[in-house]
């Protein structure tokens, strides 16, 4: 329930995904799932959040559009990241546009938790 948010499918290649091919931006704009209003407003749910706690790693695109790369730098460094990974010109979508650099890091880290 509650009001939900979409990203306008006019826009949504710019704004979300500017970094992959129109088709492509197409196919997602049209099955994107809204997010909830209750989403973005509502505390934790937790006393405290896990990246307090548990080691992380951080990849992001600096041409993001939905939240300014400033603001991803931030939270990683809040986070206390391990390893963190800026992939220029990535959009949003960084794990369709960019799938190898993302599994990269996701190895990096599953590397350093197993060992």
């Not at 704009?29 to 909830?36: D, E, G, L, N, S």
């Amino acid at each position: 329930g509650g009001n939900e948010f979409r990203i306008a499918e006019d826009t949504f290649h710019h704004q979300f995904c500017a970094d992959l091919d129109a088709g492509e931006a197409a196919l997602m704009a049209a099955t994107q799932r809204p997010v909830t209003e209750q989403a973005l407003t509502d505390g934790l749910t937790v006393s405290e959040p896990g990246w307090r706690t548990k080691p992380s790693w951080f990849v992001h695109g600096d041409r993001d559009l939905n939240i300014p790369a400033k603001a991803l730098r931030f939270m990683a460094e809040r986070a206390g990241s391990r390893g963190t990974r800026e992939i220029a010109g990535a959009s949003h979508a960084v794990g369709a546009s960019q799938p190898d650099a993302v599994a990269a890091v996701v190895l990096d880290a599953v590397g350093h938790v197993q060992g």
